[in-house]
């Protein structure tokens, strides 16, 4: 048994000679659920580690390239379980869940060692969501000296303004920024100061040139999608992102008895959810204008929404707003579904 779990057997693989390229070199064929991953998380070492009880090397494999490791062995969509090779066998290993085994064993006060500037120049990075973020980590682990510019009050971006708290126990999002931050001391942060032109507050890019060796802009998607159908511009019509950043920003909306969340992927899980909590747990539907096939939202977050009693409406296409003063009226067209899209989800 050690033999075959030992890591160290684990070498690159070498191509066979027919499959040989012009470089001659032997080639690392990372796995699948590693090329899933949008971080390429190496899980087949932290697992290996894991089965060697070696929980501090498996927090250093799971933590190489995603500082946000507690958050994400919650609340990641784990891409790489449906890419992993059990899933046509014996069921996906449940490489998510062995993520957040590592960091709650471990703890938040577990910590790689400190790395200090070694570099003269410095970095800027505008946006301090989870690319920036990771980012700011790569560089100052690098040597530089980072310096990220944030508009809002907190770091974190669609991490703390797009998650609802009910999706995470409290302390989880400070846990991972804690971490990194006392790991990489030469992150420097600056609250509340939005990239602008010159002379409007906050920074604009030219000092940021002046000020810096290179500047990073990760400002990420802020803003949702609007329905782009008539009447859409009724302000009681709100799209789910802003929806979810009032939320997270302390707004407790009175919401409607009844509530329609248009759209079927993650956002709008959280969305309809969210909802239900703020109407007094009274009706919201979601309406989806694929069939249940074709639902983007992963599984776990969709039966989460119904197990609360929220009723999920396939087929159903949005095409006008009304509104009155006693509420608002959607009218929809039914769907029937054609060839598939580029994603390969069949189009409406
Ligand atoms: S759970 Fe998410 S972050 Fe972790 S390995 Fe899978 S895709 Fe990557």
């Known amino acids: 048994m ?46 290996a580690h894991i089965w060697d009880g070696e929980i501090e090397k498996a927090f250093e494999a799971i933590t190489a390239t995603n500082p946000f490791s507690s958050i994400c062995g919650r609340v990641c969509d784990a891409p790489c379980e449906p890419a992993c090779r059990r899933a046509d066998s014996d069921g996906a290993i449940g490489i998510r869940n062995l993520k957040r085994y590592v960091m709650e064993k471990l703890g938040k006060d577990h910590s790689l060692p400190p790395v200090s500037v070694s570099r003269p120049e410095t970095v800027a990075v505008v946006g301090s969501g989870p690319a920036g973020l990771t980012a700011a980590q790569d560089l100052a682990v690098a040597g530089f000296e980072v310096h ?29 920024l804690n971490r990194m931050l006392t790991r990489c001391p030469g992150i420097k942060i600056h609250l509340g100061t939005p990239l602008t032109s010159q002379g409007e507050g906050g920074i604009s890019l030219d000092e940021l040139k002046g000020k810096h060796h290179a500047v990073l802009l990760t400002i990420g998607a802020w803003w949702g999608k609007s329905m782009e159908i ?31 969340v248009i759209g079927g992927g993650d956002v709008a899980m959280d969305a309809c959810r969210a909802a239900k909590r703020l109407n007094g747990g009274k009706t919201v539907k979601v309406l989806y204008r694929r069939g249940a096939q074709e639902i983007s939202a992963r599984n776990e977050e969709l039966e989460d929404a119904l197990r609360e009693g929220i009723e999920i409406v396939y087929n159903r296409q949005p095409v006008a707003v009304s509104g009155d003063d006693n509420g608002l009226s959607l009218r929809c067209v039914e769907t029937n579904l054609g060839e598939p899209d580029e994603g390969g989800r069949r189009r409406p």
């Open 148 to 176: 990220v510019y944030e508009m809002t009050d907190r770091l974190g971006g669609m991490m703390v303004w797009g998650i609802p708290a009910f999706r995470l126990p409290p302390g989880t999002i400070e846990e991972d």
């Open 2 to 47: 050690d033999d075959v779990y030992n890591i160290d057997r684990v070498a690159p693989a070498c191509a066979p000679e027919n499959f040989a390229d012009d470089t001659g070199e032997a080639h690392f064929v990372p796995a699948p659920c590693q090329v899933a991953c949008p971080v390429g998380t190496d899980a087949p070492s932290y697992i």
């Open 230 to 260: 008539p009447g859409a511009d009724d302000p009681r019509v709100v799209d789910g992102v802003e929806f979810l950043r009032r939320i997270n920003g302390g707004d407790r909306p009175q919401l409607p008895d009844t509530v329609l």
